[in-house]
């Protein structure tokens, strides 16, 4: 059984079009993040939810909309695509909001805006 | 300056030898730190963490911190070609803040 899941593993879509990616956790975590990876491999936070809660939002702009219907759920909207949101996007869950124990992520989503 | 700093590389080290990867950080109050290694298109995976200065063992692979210099290394003994990938360095900020900071990685090829 896959632990951290998303879907879908590709996306490849035109500039201006709307688009979702969703992610569900079969951990028991409550803690769930959305990251993004750059094509230099960096990986930056964008958004984080406990127990359907928003405790992160970082500077991203409102054409991303985050929604998590419950704690074993996070989907990440996109409205109005552009070039530089090809990239890849991972979700990751940690443990009771305890990340020492470090994050489990779901094999990524790699956005292609053309 | 960045809050978690890796040389991107590549590292490139002969099969068999000691591969030692470095990060930094910037922020004092950081509580955790992790190493994730990524294969290329796939996702990060934990390989190590620490919490305390000093060594932390674990098969090949020791992790080593030093809160005072804010900084904390892996070294991987008898490398493997597949080793070959991108280490990330993960840092818990701490103060508060709910997600870990990710170095950019240093990507590691072991020359069989």
């Known amino acids: 059984d896959t632990a951290v899941s998303q879907t879908p593993k590709y996306l490849v879509t035109q500039m201006g079009n709307d688009k979702s990616i969703k992610c569900e956790q079969n951990?028991?975590?409550?803690?769930m993040y959305w990251y993004k990876q750059d094509s230099k491999k960096f990986l930056k936070i964008m958004f984080s939810?406990?127990?359907?809660?928003?405790?992160i939002n970082e500077t991203v702009p409102n054409r991303f909309s985050p929604k998590s219907p419950d704690k074993a759920h996070l989907n990440l909207h996109i409205n109005s695509l552009e070039l530089g949101d090809s990239a890849v996007y991972f979700c990751?869950?940690?443990?009771?909001?305890?990340?020492?124990?470090?994050?489990?992520f779901g094999s990524g989503t790699r956005l292609t805006v053309v | 300056q960045k809050e978690v700093e890796q040389n991107s590389g590549p590292l490139s080290v002969p099969e068999g030898a000691i591969a030692s990867l470095n990060c930094t950080y910037s922020d004092r109050v950081s509580q955790s730190f992790f190493w994730y290694r990524q294969y290329s298109g796939k996702s990060p995976e934990l390989i190590m963490s620490i919490y305390s200065n000093g060594d932390k063992e674990d098969g090949r692979f020791t992790a080593q911190l030093n809160k005072a210099s804010q900084y904390v290394s892996l070294l991987i003994r008898d490398s493997q070609p597949s080793d070959s990938a991108t280490y990330l360095c993960a840092v818990n900020r701490g103060t508060g803040r709910r997600a870990l900071t990710f170095g950019s990685g240093t990507r590691l090829q072991v020359q069989p």
């Open positions: 990751a869950s940690s443990q009771g909001g305890n990340i020492n124990y470090g994050y489990t």
């Open positions: 939810y406990n127990n359907k809660e928003l405790i």
């Open positions: 951990l028991g975590h409550d803690t």
